[in-house]
Nanobody, 123 residues
Framework: VQLQASGGGLVQPGGSLRLSCAAS????????MGWFRQAPGKEREFVAA????????YYANSVRGRFTISRDNAKNTVYLQMNSLKPEDTAAYYC?????????????????WGQGTLVTVSS
C-alpha cells in the first residue's frame, strides 16, 4: 500500500494550490480518507476528511470555507483544493487512510500515511 501526495510548492498569500493523493496497492474507493498537516516545530494536525462516497466531509475550523476535500474513486485519488492561502498554512501536508471515521480528527484514526508534500505560503 502506498499513498503519494503531490502538488505542494511556494505560493503567495491569497493564492491557491491543489494537492493530490494517489493510491497504489489499494482501492481508494473502499476507504475514508483524510489530510493532515505539520508546520515546522508543531504537532501534526487534522485538516480535512472525506468518507468513501464523498457524501460526508469534515474540516478543521482553521481551513473551513477556504479548503475543499474531494475524491475521484475512478482515478484512485483524493484532492485538497486550497484557496485564500495564508502564511500560517505553511506546512507539510499528508494524506492518510482512515480506519475509523469516528476518529477522523485524530492520527490514531488512520493507518497508512503518504510521505507529505510541502506547502509554503510566503510573499
Amino acid at each position: 500500500v502506498q499513498l503519494q501526495a503531490s502538488g505542494g510548492g511556494l505560493v503567495q498569500p491569497g493564492g491557491s494550490l491543489r494537492l493530490s493523493c494517489a493510491a497504489s496497492g489499494l482501492t481508494l474507493g473502499s476507504y475514508n480518507m483524510g489530510w493532515f498537516r505539520q508546520a515546522p516545530g508543531k504537532e501534526r494536525e487534522f485538516v480535512a476528511a472525506i468518507n468513501r462516497s464523498g457524501g460526508i466531509i469534515y474540516y478543521a475550523n482553521s481551513v473551513r470555507g477556504r479548503f475543499t476535500i474531494s475524491r475521484d474513486n475512478a482515478k484512485n485519488t483524493v484532492y485538497l483544493q486550497m484557496n485564500s492561502l495564508k502564511p500560517e498554512d505553511t506546512a507539510a501536508y499528508y494524506c492518510a487512510r482512515s480506519i475509523d471515521m469516528a476518529d477522523y480528527a485524530r492520527e490514531t484514526g488512520y493507518d497508512y500515511w503518504g510521505q507529505g508534500t510541502l506547502v509554503t505560503v510566503s510573499s
